[in-house]
């Protein structure tokens, strides 16, 4: 093996993020985190754990709101054939069952958009800030308005 080819084996080797084609793999396992609500500035923590269902293997999602929080979600993510990208359903207390979709990863960041006839605008956008850490935000429009920050949350991986 020239030399180079052996250097560059190593180094791929020993990259913080394994090579995969896998692009949900980086959420997997437990985060905690921390933030806030918009406009209030309330504190917020949260946290979620990103497990493979192995006969589907589909990401699923639990998020728990720590107290005095009270959001509890069940999650699934998986990518859908037919419509050439990623799809989400999220089951809450508040909302029921909502459906979301992604073109998957831009860069650093995972964007959930949710768009509905009679259903606010939403969206989570998930940004990677290093191979143990991410941002979160919570964005909604109501009435046809803008998207606003509803919530941020800063995670790491446990």
């Not at 985190?33 to 504190?43: D, L, T, V």
Request: hydrophobic share 40%; aromatic share 12%.
């Amino acid at each position: 093996m020239p030399t180079s080819l052996l250097v560059a084996s190593l180094l791929a080797a020993a990259s913080a993020e394994p090579a995969t084609t896998d692009p949900l793999i980086y959420f997997e396992g437990a985060w905690n985190c921390a933030g806030h609500f918009e406009p209030s500035k309330k504190p917020l923590a949260s946290a979620m754990v990103f497990s493979r269902d192995p006969d589907t293997s589909a990401l699923l999602k639990q998020h728990r709101d720590a107290a005095p929080g009270t959001y509890k979600a069940a999650e699934t993510w998986s990518f859908a054939r037919a419509a050439g990208g990623f799809r989400a359903s999220i089951a809450d207390g508040f909302s029921g069952l909502r459906w979301y979709a992604s073109p998957g990863w831009d860069g650093d960041r995972w964007t959930w958009t949710r768009t509905g006839i009679g259903e606010p605008g939403e969206q989570f956008v998930y940004v990677r800030t290093g191979p143990a850490t991410m941002t979160v935000d919570w964005m909604i429009s109501r009435a046809g308005a803008p998207l606003v920050l509803g919530d941020t949350l800063e995670c790491k991986k446990a």
